[in-house]
């Protein structure tokens, strides 16, 4: 286990923070019993925090008829939907919806090369909800395979989540479980697979990045 890159940014602010809470409640509160309540609560915040940017130490399950899950959460929709971002055709649409105590990290579902980033600004509607795939901040990356299948995950920003990190650019390459990007609290995470792939998962199952197989080709 260790800390993702993206808390060394946040962490040190975020205990600044709440350091000068705790100065504040201990200069007008502390010959009061909720004095000693407030900063339990501080405490449990800070770890929470911590908590939050955690990066799991964790082997991908590698394997080219697979496509995996690039985010932990749970599964919220399973359906087809027409793709007109990217594809311009009709998809199988797996959502996960990732809690604020989820890994946050996003994993390449498949292994190949990248060829389309585009992040779209937008609204911040909660993640879980169907029109936050169309209509919030969002990005899209599409992982193109060996044998030239395309695959797009698309990470979502909710009502919480305010900034989507995406590493990798087009013509990069790309490891099957290799990180590409990161989410900042809840949100979730839209994969866009061929309408011929076997389902592997059921709506309200749990996932976990790396290893839960969405779906396989025949």
């Given at each position: ?11 040190p ?23 000693y ?9 800070a770890?929470?925090?911590?908590y939050?940017f ?45 809690s604020?105590l ?19 600004p937008?609204?911040f509607?909660c ?5 936050s795939?169309?209509?919030?901040e969002r ?9 030239n ?7 979502i ?11 990798k650019?087009p013509?990069?390459?790309?490891e ?7 989410i ?14 076997k389902i592997n998962?059921k709506?309200n ?14």
């Amino acid at each position: 286990m260790k800390l993702h890159k993206e808390g060394l940014k946040i962490i040190p602010a975020a205990f600044l923070f709440i350091l000068v809470i705790d100065a504040v409640i201990y200069f007008f509160l502390k010959d009061f019993l909720i004095f000693y309540l407030l900063i339990a609560a501080s405490l449990v915040l800070a770890a929470l925090v911590v908590y939050f940017f955690r990066v799991p130490n964790r082997k991908p399950d590698v394997n080219e008829n697979h496509i995996l899950a690039p985010a932990d959460g749970k599964i919220v929709a399973i359906e087809p939907v027409f793709e007109k971002e990217y594809f311009k055709d009709e998809r199988i649409q797996i959502s996960i919806f990732m809690s604020p105590l989820n890994v946050h990290q996003n994993l390449a579902p498949v292994g190949g090369e990248v060829v389309y980033v585009n992040h779209i600004p937008g609204n911040f509607y909660c993640a879980f909800a169907a029109k936050s795939s169309e209509e919030n901040e969002r990005c899209s990356t599409v992982f193109r395979m060996k044998n030239n299948t395309e695959i797009l995950s698309r990470q979502i920003a909710g009502a919480v989540a305010r900034r989507i990190a995406t590493y990798k650019k087009p013509e990069n390459t790309i490891e099957q479980g290799q990180e590409y990007g990161f989410i900042r609290f809840g949100s979730r995470v839209d994969v866009f697979v061929p309408k011929d792939v076997k389902i592997n998962v059921k709506l309200n199952q749990k996932s976990v990045g790396g290893k839960t197989v969405l779906a396989s080709f025949s």
